[in-house]
């Protein structure tokens, strides 16, 4: 693929370096010289020294010829206006756009989803914009996840699936200490699969001959309610948190209160199964407007204008005796130190937002519970567009060293009738989950049933593989394109 990328940041870089190893052609532009000179030193990509809404900056990058283009510059307008511009010459070429103001992503799916009919066959997308991505949404949805399995663990779920992927360290003399992988079907009767192993700071996806050992972080993919049966496996469990803290009342503060304050009596009470009034939500925020409108906003809570690094207000407050304190302050750095400090004054669970998934192994490191990546999550949202109709999601697990896939067997697929164990790879990718469309396959994957679309289930060997099957499984980084291009996708 020819992909043209506007803005060398963080978001951009790391963007350009998965595709650069996927053997597609990019070019970056952006406007900022020493930018340009230190991004040309470091990635085989063009590097073009322009605006990036300059048509004549686009088209010397090649967006006559180009398969997508993303806008990824620290402006809003700019990064739609880039969008507009290149669709209003150039059409066919796909067009994503990182927003980060909450008015434009609300009002613009708001209006995709009034006026469906007006954007629908070959009329263009509203702006030129064929996917508008939002990093803070990402983002506030992930804490909410963790918030919902009690903060024990970063949780991964997936669309339409029951099954979640969830990350579980085993402790030392735990059940799963010494266990070899295949050993869990006799310690335990749930349903699971192991998708990787971390070791070491070294991730892997695992044999069933691989030995389980304290310290080492099992990928865990089982049902929702069994997360506390694999926890006390692994010398952990959850308890119950009544006591929550939110660290910061910006945009992505302000979404995760929406979800956990605001629709008290629906969501919270399917987070914890139980009456949100009898929870204690506290917001906490040293900026005077921001801590007024969380205030006015969410009037059941308890909101603070205060630094959340001051002992005497810690002290005064009793923060040290809440269940979860959440840190999702602008200052990832800040964020990471704070949720360990309190981690240390006895607070029971903490999340930390940071800007990257080795910032959050550091931050795990020094005490949070969970630690969302926010930029890391743009990148995955953005892949998962680039990679073809058939991926319909992507996340970054381990530090980008592996990948969950979500994908759509598409017609004709090379893998078209053949079995699990025919196809598979070991080392290269394992299949997590599959949910057969049509009638169900002769030998089922577990809990597989007849219908249009039966329920995701973890396959067995014999799961024969069908066109519009849709897929869940986990990758090496490294290898996968060469698993899409195996499956029949998009390269």
Known sequence: ??????????????????????????AIIENDGELVRRVSNRLDCMVVNADGNSLQALEDAGIAKADALVALTESDEVNMITCS????????????????????????????????????????PLYGIDHMVHPDVEAAEAVCRAVQHGAVTDVLAFHDAEYVLTRITVEA???????RVLDLRQISDRQCLVAYIESQDKAGLPSGATVIHAGDVLGMLTLPDSIPHFLGLCGSRAEAINK?????????????????????????????????????????????????????????ASVFRADVTDEAFLDEEGIASYDL????????????????????????????????????????????????????????????????????GIHTVSSGGLEIIE???????????????EIAVPGAFVL????????????????????????????????????GDRLILGVNTDNAAKVLALLGGKT
């Open 1 to 26: 693929m020819r992909i043209i990328i506007i803005g060398a940041g963080f978001t951009g870089v790391q963007l350009a370096k998965r595709l650069i190893s996927e053997k597609n052609n990019v």
């Open 85 to 124: 511009l290149a669709d209003a010459v150039y059409p066919k070429c796909l067009k994503i756009a990182r927003v980060r103001n909450y008015g434009y992503y609300v009002n613009t799916r708001n209006i995709r989803t009034v006026h469906a009919e007006a954007f629908s066959g070959d009329r263009r």
């Open 173 to 179: 003399k735990s059940r799963l200490d010494g266990a």
């Open 244 to 300: 929550i803290a939110l660290v910061g009342a910006g945009r992505i503060g302000t979404i995760i209160a929406e979800r956990l304050v605001q629709h008290r009596g629906g969501v919270f009470s399917r987070l914890f199964k139980t009456r949100f009034f009898r929870q204690q939500f506290a917001i906490i925020d040293n900026d005077e407007a921001m801590a007024k409108a969380a205030s006015e906003r969410f009037p059941s």
């Open 325 to 392: 304190v959440i840190c999702v302050t602008h200052n990832h750095e800040l964020n990471m130190v704070v949720a360990g400090y309190l981690k240390s004054l006895g607070v029971r669970k903490t999340i930390a937002l940071v800007a990257s998934a080795e910032f959050a192994e550091i931050s795990r490191k020094i005490g949070s519970d969970v630690a969302i990546p926010l930029k890391d999550a743009v990148v995955d949202t953005i892949l998962s567009h680039l990679r073809g109709k058939s991926v319909t």
């Open 407 to 421: 994908f759509e067997v598409p017609e004709h697929a090379p893998v078209c009738g053949k079995t699990v164990k």
């Open 432 to 467: 997590l989950l599959i949910q057969k469309q049509g009638a169900a396959a002769e030998t089922p994957a577990e809990g597989a049933h007849s219908g249009v679309a039966a329920a995701y289930a973890i396959p067995v060997g014999d799961t024969a593989i069908d066109a």
